[in-house]
């Protein structure tokens, strides 16, 4: 480009801003009332993904073994676990260490289990699975596949925690989108009449470009820029106020949590990725508006 | 330079314009008179693609314009300069920055900006007045900084309609008396107005037309003027390229 490509475009985009300053302010209000919203929601949800996530970690399936198996035999079972997608660990637990570990379980009640002549538990893996594999469809079939193995007695796995945990993946991640697309048509939307507003009161201007020999690229490119910088300066303002009352409420108020650091704020990448994020749906509700427009 | 063969405009219906032909040589200088009504306007709208022809055929610098696509006007606009009634001078930018704006539209390197300006001022007498913004200006001071802005990119061709509409005998004569500076430097110029005594005193080429004909084209054979070889998307051999920036 020869003289007036992007710097242009960002000096007409102030003076633009300036000279609209109003309604300039009006939307950058409004602006950061809508992600003052979806940053609270996104605080809800990555913290409740945080929480899923850790419930997720502690999934896990046991699979019994028969007895009489050999060494080998369990090597082999074993190494069949390992090799199947969404195992991340597999221990081994020998039926003298289950049973010591129900023992422990039952401190104080260990009468219950005086009377047995010999330990009727069998050995056994226990299986991590890998929280993306957390979902019931595809556990069941793990579980299916594994109780098919030569010397596999049973496998067991707590298949309703499993179903929750999946049925609330699915809410979080359904909901969290259908809830981003809502306020970002509603974020373009006010970007679109705030850049709508600013090109009447410059219509006279833009008719005068185009009787000048402008094209449609040099006449929009301002006002693309200056839709950019309102929804980004909108976006900033939301995360900033966010931020102020995330950390001057006192952490005690958490605590009915039970998690260690109670809530966590939004991570920096996320707060770029919304004030990117913003600004490009600001570049979209301009886009709009000078379409519209221009026609 | 410009050619018109049969070109018919309608507005809800009715004719603006009625199988106007007509042709005008590179360097001329036309007046296009007529009373109110008679479709001057809509003529010079027409040659500069802000309406569109419903019939008929329009070459411009050997261009087609009757079948331009809209992303190519601008191009087709930067060789052609545009001198209005009501002069279209932005009020809160100063005269330099009024007509540095046509520089910065075709993508004139900011360093040359001021220099291009202060000539074209100087061209009209204007260049004193630089600094002031556009209601600081009479009228007449006003309609030659909106000619020096149609002037500053250098155009081939400039259309000017009813240029001194609003402008008192001596102010109307000055303006005249730019144009004619400008055509003697090999501009071509169309100009529509209905003032019939600058019209008979500066002894041109005059078409005249009443209800969207033309009923007198100034010496040149009505409907049958001689058609270049059509190009819609370059311009023809001896005519300058349109600028592309930015």
Known sequence: MKGYGLFYYIAEAFRGLRSNSL????????????????????????????AVNALGDRLEMSVYLKDGLTEHEKDFIQHRIRMEPGVKKVGYLSRVEA?????????????????????????????????????????????????????????????EGARVLSGFYK????????????????????????VRLALYSRGQEIELLQWIGATRGFIQGPFLIEGMMLAMLGSALAVGVLAGVFYAIPREVFLFLSRPNGLDFLPISVVTCMIIGGGLLGLAGGLVSVSKFLE | MIQLYRV?????????????????????????TGPSGAGKSTLLKILFCAEHADEGRIVMQGINTFRLKAATIPYLRRNIGF??????LLPHKTVSENIALALKVVGTPAGEIEQRVYQVLKKVGMETKRHLTPPKLSGGEQQKVAVARA???????????????????????????????????????LVATHDWETVRKMQRRIITMEGGKVIDNGGQSPQKPTLAPLNPQAG???????KKEP
């Open chain 2, 83 to 88: 001198v209005f009634q009501d002069y279209k």
């Open chain 1, 23 to 50: 309604v300039n302010i009006l939307a950058v209000g409004t602006i950061s009332m809508a992600m003052l919203i979806v940053g609270f929601f996104l605080i809800v949800f990555l913290n409740l993904q945080t």
């Open chain 2, 236 to 242: 023809a051999a001896g005519t300058k390229p349109a």
């Open chain 1, 99 to 159: 049973l010591q570990l129900f023992k422990k379980e039952l401190k104080g009640q260990e009468a219950l289990i005086q009377g047995l002549a010999e330990n009727p538990l069998p050995d056994s893996y226990e299986v991590t699975i890998d929280r993306q594999y957390a979902d019931a469809e595809r556990l069941e079939a793990m579980a299916g596949k594994i109780s098919q193995y030569r010397g596999v007695e049973e496998v067991s796995y707590g298949k």
């Open chain 2, 8 to 32: 018919t405009k309608y507005y809800e219906g009715v004719p603006a314009l009625r199988e106007v032909s007509f042709t005008v040589d590179k360097g001329e200088f036309v007046f296009v």
């Open chain 1, 171 to 194: 809410v979080v991640a359904y909901g969290g989108m259908a809830l981003a697309i809502l306020l970002g048509v509603t974020v373009v939307f006010i970007i679109s009449n705030s």
């Open chain 2, 151 to 189: 002037l500053v990119n250098e155009p081939q061709v400039l259309l000017a309609d009813e240029p001194t509409g609003n402008l008192d005998p001596q102010s109307a004569q000055e303006v005249f008396r730019l144009f004619k500076d400008i055509n003697m430097k090999g501009t071509t110029v």
